[in-house]
C-alpha cells in the first residue's frame, strides 16, 4: 500500500488526530520516510481531505470522486448542443487528443454530427449517463442506441 494510502487508513481510524500522530500510526521509522508523511498530509489538507477542527487537531472526512473526462466531455456536450473542440478542451480541462477521439467516437456512434471541421451538434436529447462500451454483446445504451 502506497504512503498516502496508509495514512488516509490510518485518519480513519483515529478520527480525530493531530498530525504527529499519523506517522506513529503508520509505523514510519526513517527521517526520510517522516517527511514524506509530512508532505502527503499537507497534499491531503490542500485538497480538502483533510480539516482543521481546532488548534493542532484535525479530522479526515475523504476526498471527493471527480467525474471521468469521458463523463465530463458528455456533460458539456450534452448541455451545449452545439460544441467545438476548443469549447470541451478548455471546459473539460482535457487533453485536445482525447477530446478529438470522444467527439469522433460521438460521430460514429450517431450520438453527434459534424457540421463543419472541429464543430458538431448533438443528436437528440442524450441521457445524463455516458453510454457504456460493451464489446461481448449487443446491448441498448440509456439513449436507446444499440452498442456494438
Known sequence: MTTAGRIREAAKRLEEFQIREIPDAIEVRSYR??????????????RGEIERIGYGL??????????TYRQRLW?????????????????????RDTVKEFC??????EYAQRVKPGHFKAIGRLSPIVPKYNKRNAQCDENGKAQE
Open 33 to 46: 520516510e517522516r517527511k514524506a508523511t509530512r508532505d502527503s498530509i499537507r497534499d491531503f489538507l490542500r
Open 58 to 67: 484535525y479530522r479526515y472526512i475523504g476526498r471527493e470522486e471527480r467525474p
Open 75 to 95: 456533460d458539456i456536450a450534452r448541455r451545449m448542443i452545439r460544441f467545438n473542440l476548443n469549447d470541451l478542451e478548455q471546459i473539460t480541462e482535457a487533453r
Open 104 to 109: 469522433s467516437w460521438m460521430v460514429r456512434k
